[in-house]
């Protein structure tokens, strides 16, 4: 009898994981086990269905549940929750329709994702207040809005997903209020990001409120399908109430990792399920990826916890080639992240303040430079803003955020920089392209390395 490889849960790591393993080991049975209905789904691109932007949910999936069986000749079984995991044995427990399945294994992955923190606010089950993790949420989003047709929304939360949703939300017509505990929205950017990403999203006229701790939502009206009966009519912050007709709670995810831990596999420091360098859990032939795992940070070679989807889908087509045969690691991450904020893309990459590189032992040196997008004389040039950051010892970059109307997308030159270990001289002096349309002859990428240089340099 052949090889069995099982996998619990059906989206960015878990389908990596099947199409590689089978791909490069066909005769190897592959069973994916999938609570839900959807597979291989785009979480990233719910906001813009909510936005209008992409016309159809369906349009978010690469394949179906049907061309997983047919064309990759996967074993899936959605609608199949998987509640225990024996390491001894080597079986796996699903529940479905009431019936108990057991399944044993040679290779085991787990990659059942995270799940969007619900805070303990009063008003949490009225109807209109929804979190948004799952395709069915966006779903019920999108309906909720076309169904009551509000005039006001709130978002708590101004992470990335806070963001795009302030954007959707407007786009559909709305008066976004936005509340964030913190002093700047879009944390991991740093603050250089956060102060322009906030005044641009006043200039698009949403309603932000910084520091400010949301305390629940208040009801009224009787309202259909809501556990608390009511639909939400306004945000409560102490005395103050704040209009709202709907709410996208969006505070952050916590990795799904009950399963492992109940099966006794190691969590790390992060609370993520604990793995090496192949993605290897605490238990025999037990692996881990995505969201649920966590991965070794580039640039401080410690455990990090980076639930974003090319994290999950590398780390799951490695652990898919290394069952099939050939060991492969994961890769170190570096929690390189864009998100675009209406009019402007921000993005960020390694370690972007100087408070968090002291914290990880560095001695950091930072610049912030603002350059053209362009060749300042050819038409559509945007300003960009990058803040460069690097270790005053080694001259190590150690990480960056950039910001602005076009070429944010250039975070990805020093998250190379970063897997690649180059100092800040090292990356003033890659060769990148230029031509007017697409970048002054310095990037400014190059020219926040040049400057970062300079004051390198002046340490001596
Ligand atoms: C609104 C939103 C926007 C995002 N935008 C971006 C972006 O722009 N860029 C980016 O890099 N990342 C983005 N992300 C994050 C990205 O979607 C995730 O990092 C990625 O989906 C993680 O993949 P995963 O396979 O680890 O987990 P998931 O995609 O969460 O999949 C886990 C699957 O496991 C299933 N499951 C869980 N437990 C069980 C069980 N016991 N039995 C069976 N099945 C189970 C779940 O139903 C789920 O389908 C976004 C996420 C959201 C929610």
């Not at 709130?154 to 786009?171: C, I, P, R």
Request: charged fraction near 25%; charge should be negative.
């Amino acid at each position: 009898m052949g090889e069995t490889f099982v996998i619990v849960g059906g989206d960015a790591a878990g389908m990596s994981a099947a199409s590689k393993a089978k791909r490069e080991h066909p005769e190897l049975d592959v069973v994916v086990f999938e609570k839900g209905d959807w597979v291989s789904y785009a979480a990233c691109g719910m906001p813009y269905y909510v936005k209008g932007d992409v016309e159809e949910l369906d349009d978010l999936v690469s394949l179906t549940p049907e061309e997983f069986v047919q064309e990759r000749d996967v074993d899936l079984r959605t609608q199949h929750e998987v509640v225990a995991v024996d390491t001894d044995a080597k079986t796996v427990t699903a529940s479905a329709d009431d019936e108990r399945v057991e399944q044993p294994y040679d290779h085991l992955l787990i990659a059942t994702g995270a799940s969007a923190i619900r805070p303990p606010f009063d008003g949490m089950g009225l109807d209109g207040v929804f979190t948004i993790h799952d395709m069915d949420e966006a779903d019920a989003i999108d309906r909720f809005l076309d169904r009551h047709d509000p005039e006001t929304a709130a978002v708590v939360g101004g992470g990335y997903v806070g963001v795009e949703m302030a954007e959707a939300l407007s786009a559909r017509g709305l008066s976004v209020s936005l509340f964030e505990m913190l002093p700047h929205v879009l944390q991991p950017f740093g603050d250089v990001v956060g102060a322009e990403v906030e005044a641009h999203l006043r200039e698009q006229g949403v309603d932000l409120r910084l520091e400010t701790a949301v305390e629940g939502f208040v009801g009224g009206g009787e309202s259909e399908g809501s556990a608390e009966g009511d639909r939400i009519e306004a945000v409560a912050l102490g005395d103050e109430q704040v209009p709202a007709d709907v709410a996208i709670v969006g505070v952050g995810v916590e990795p799904n990792v009950e399963l492992a831990a109940d099966a006794g596999i190691d969590l790390g420091p992060t609370g993520a399920v604990a793995t090496d360098e192949y993605g290897r859990t605490s238990a025999p032939d037990v692996y881990a990826a995505g969201d649920c795992a966590e991965a070794t940070n580039v640039v401080t070679g410690e455990p990090d916890h980076v639930p974003l989807a090319l994290t999950a889908n590398r780390a799951g087509r490695a652990i898919g080639q290394t069952v099939a045969g050939e060991p492969t690691e994961v890769g170190p991450t570096a929690g390189t992240a864009i998100v675009k904020a209406f009019e402007l893309g921000a993005a960020r990459t390694g370690i972007v303040d100087e408070s968090a590189a002291r914290e990880a032992g560095f001695d950091p040196v930072s610049v912030t430079i603002t350059d053209e997008s362009r060749a300042g004389y050819y038409p559509g040039s945007e300003e960009l803003t990058v803040h460069l950051v690097a270790d005053r010892q080694s001259e190590r970059v150690l990480g960056a955020s950039v910001v602005g109307r076009e070429g944010a997308k250039r975070i990805d030159t020093v998250a190379t920089a970063l897997g690649a270990e180059l100092t800040v001289g090292e990356l003033q002096n890659l060769d990148l392209a230029y031509a007017p349309p697409f970048s002054p002859v310095w990037d400014p990428v190059l020219t926040a390395a040049k400057v970062l240089g300079g004051r390198l340099g002046d340490a001596d």
